[in-house]
């Protein structure tokens, strides 16, 4: 049997932390167990210490019952009884918030129909782009429309200046003004194809990421 020379123990929860011992066989007479053979002796002093751990801990329990009866209980069961009054306004709710979104459902319908159309004709703009040659005629035209505009002109104030228009001084201003006409619409052309090939390059690249978002 074992004799215990040291027990360690935690007298809160009873377990036993730490205890040194050795294994014993003799008569029982040597180790003062009383008398008699065998291990039936009973150790009263062990007994009462754990009788006394025993009634700590039920009375820890005791106590905690009673803290949670007095406190918790009636907390817990307001709690109850207040999400049960919630219960027919939170069902009500939910039934509102269905029928808003039943009702809703149309509208929405219809405007996802128009942004997936507005999204195919900005796919299909994009893809066809932008004419740049009828860019360029167009840039042309505007300019020598204004400059026939100031050749009529200047032929005008000539006439009511009283001054030949077959004098050398009006071919010099012709040929001045057909120069700067050819010039502005060179640059004219220019500017339009870079601005309708970087139009249409921002179309695609606005198309690439609308597709994808």
């Known amino acids: 049997m074992k004799i215990y020379t040291k027990v ?7 377990n036993v932390e730490q205890e040194e011992y050795f294994e014993y066989r003799g008569p029982v007479a040597e180790c003062k167990g009383g008398g008699g053979g065998g291990g039936d002796n009973v150790d009263e002093e062990y007994n009462a210490r754990m009788a006394t751990i025993y009634e700590a801990q039920q009375d820890m329990a005791d106590e905690y019952f009673d803290f949670w009866k007095s406190d918790y209980q009636p907390m817990e069961r307001e709690q109850i009884a207040a999400n049960r009054e919630l219960i027919p306004d939170q069902t009500a709710l939910a039934k509102e918030q269905i029928a808003s979104n039943r009702e809703l459902l149309p509208l929405q ?9 507005v999204r195919q004709e900005l796919m299909d703009q994009a893809s066809k782009g932008i004419d740049v040659d009828s860019r360029v005629s167009q840039a042309e035209a505007d300019v020598r429309h204004g400059y026939g505009m100031a050749a009529t002109k200047a032929q005008r104030n000539f ?9 050398g001084r009006f071919a010099a201003m012709q040929k001045d003004l057909a120069l700067s006409e050819a010039q502005s619409v060179a640059g004219a052309r ?3 194809r870079r601005n309708a090939d970087d139009e249409n390059f921002k179309r695609l690249k606005s198309a690439a990421s609308f597709g994808m978002g």
Do not use: C, I, M, W
């Not at 319908?109 to 159309?117: D, H, V």
């Not at 006439?159 to 004098?167: E, F, H, K, P, V």
């Open 109 to 117: 319908t219809e405007t996802s129909k128009k942004q997936l159309g």
């Open 190 to 192: 220019t500017k339009a």
């Open 8 to 14: 360690v123990l935690d007298f809160a929860t009873g």
């Open 159 to 167: 006439s009511r200046s009283g001054l030949n228009q077959n004098s």
